[in-house]
């Protein structure tokens, strides 16, 4: 019987006995690309309980127990090695642009509501907030700067606001500049990830968007295991607390994680959105597939779902009449049953 | 003066103010998660944190833990290396193959592993034992702490191709990840039950004791081949 191991090919006899060996060099580098190549092949499988360390010992492939855990440890090392420069896949970038466009926009929110804080003490009329206050502090600095040709002239001419002195405004300005900076990267990773959807996930970036389609793909872990998700769990993620809180207890079951973010279910009254939201998953899931399997863009998947999510609406245009008995009564009433 | 005291072949309780469970330092000098170094006449002691290895957590539970200074063990779930770490102090003379299907815990085990001549890292589903057969000998321990739900056939997929006969299994059992919502001492009866009938091998169970209060929902089990 023959047999595949990561020091060579081995010939084995009746009794388990290595007859012939074909030893691989001792290159380290050759040897974990083999061993890789070996993971996949599926031929030559060692037997059970098979010692692969006294059979390199057997045929002289190395000389002592200590030189094949030597080399051994240095071939598995270089194999995880290459598997890990492999791994960041264009799935696994948008997920790290996810990643840190969450931690920018709230670093963001942050440090802009700091800015309004204390620049509201020297001009506490602007009526600006966010971006537009950054821009306009990293502009003028001190309102007595600011253009006759600005809205907001007479405003902050008029204004209660304290006196702006150099030291301070220097300082306000270079923070007000650093919001602004955090503002710009954020379109800048905003439109790294749309351009990295179209390319990866267009079937997804057509049907839920680019931004609601890459987190999907984050929360997911990859698009393979997007893809894998039955649309009932794509329905719900991001619905985490609410999922687990109906497994456990009687609360009611969530209607939609994160794709509540589409505009055919946020737009949609109350009633209809359960429906359209099982919908848009179905759909979602398909696109995922399509996606992952082919990476051909198929727009014929948007009709199909804009049509269906038609049919939900003509079907239940009025509201049902909210039952009384709904939230926690019911848990009271079956219990006592029981 | 500290005193050192052994509780099992490489694993020390070393007594400084408070007590400090620990393994003797394989890579001196180094730390791995931000333990303490202790030198104790000559050697350094790496501190072992419980709380943070579910390994430790059983030492001090009491169980009797199977590792020697030249045991060979296949790690499953090897995860970023903090465990691997003291149980690569504790079989400073044998190997332990590594086992880690994320390529973000293996870039931070490959630190360590880097380090120490013993460690064997591996990249691969520990759900699929027939990919890495052409790298992994019959070992002495298989430990487990992979948290998926088929954990258990996971385990005994594993001792099925590498298990020695005389050899043990060690493995921890996160309720959570089986069964989020059934009853984790529910979910704790039925894993054992799995692994003493449900798949081949079967195995005899030895100590299965909950890891409160250093894991929460979280059971140990020390089991061997049914014979």
Sequence with gaps: ?338 | MPEVKTLSEGIFEITKGKKYLSTKNLDPGMTVYGEKLLSIEGSEYRTWEPRRSKLGAMVLKKFKIPLRQDSKVLYLGAASGTTVSHVSDIVSGGAVYAVEFSPRSMRDLISLVARRRNLHPILADAGKPNIYAHLVEPVDVVFQDVAQPNQAEIAARNAARYLKSDGYLLLAIKARSIDTAANPKQVFRDEIKKLEQAFEPKFEILTARDLNPYHEDHLGVLAKLKE
Aim: glycine share 8%.
């Design chain 1, 1 to 338: 019987m023959r047999l595949e191991s990561w020091f060579g090919t081995l010939d084995l006899g009746e009794d388990g006995k290595v007859l012939a060996s074909d030893q691989f060099s001792k290159n380290v580098r050759e040897l974990a690309l083999r061993s890789l190549s070996l993971r996949e092949a599926g031929k030559g499988v060692p037997p059970a309980g098979f010692d692969l360390r006294s059979a390199a010992l057997a045929c002289g492939f190395v000389r002592s127990s200590e030189e094949y855990d030597s080399l051994l440890h240095e071939v598995t090392l270089d194999a995880a090695k290459l598997q890990i420069s492999g791994a960041l896949t264009p799935d696994q970038r948008i997920i790290l642009a996810v990643e840190a466009l969450d931690d920018v926009n709230e670093t963001a929110n942050v440090l802009s509501e700091r800015l309004s804080e204390w620049y509201g003490g020297y001009f506490p009329e602007s009526g600006l907030s966010g971006e537009t206050l950054g821009r306009f502090v990293a502009k003028y600095g001190s309102r007595k700067n600011v253009a006759p040709e600005d809205p907001l002239y007479a405003r902050a001419t008029d204004s209660m606001g304290a006196e702006l002195e150099a030291f301070d405004e220097e300082l306000l300005k270079g923070f007000a500049t650093s919001v602004c900076s955090l503002y710009d990267r954020r379109k800048q990773i905003e439109a790294y990830i749309e351009s990295s959807m179209e390319n990866i996930a267009p079937n997804l970036s057509l049907l839920a968007g680019p931004m609601l389609g890459a987190r999907l793909i984050s929360i997911a872990g990859s698009l393979e295991k997007l893809a894998a998700f039955p649309s009932s769990t794509v329905q719900v993620i991001g619905a985490n607390k609410a999922l687990f809180k109906h497994l456990r207890s009687r609360a009611p079951s969530p209607k939609h994680g994160i794709i509540f973010s589409h505009p055919l279910i946020n737009t949609s009254p109350w009633w209809q959105r359960g429906k359209i939201a099982r919908a848009v998953a179905a759909k979602l899931s398909l696109a995922a597939r399509m996606d992952l399997y082919s990476g051909k863009k198929v727009p014929s998947l948007a009709e199909k779902l804009d049509a269906k999510v038609q049919q939900i609406r003509l079907q239940n245009p009025e509201a049902p009449r909210k039952k009384p008995d709904r939230g926690l009564k019911p848990k009271g009433k079956k219990k006592r049953r029981q």
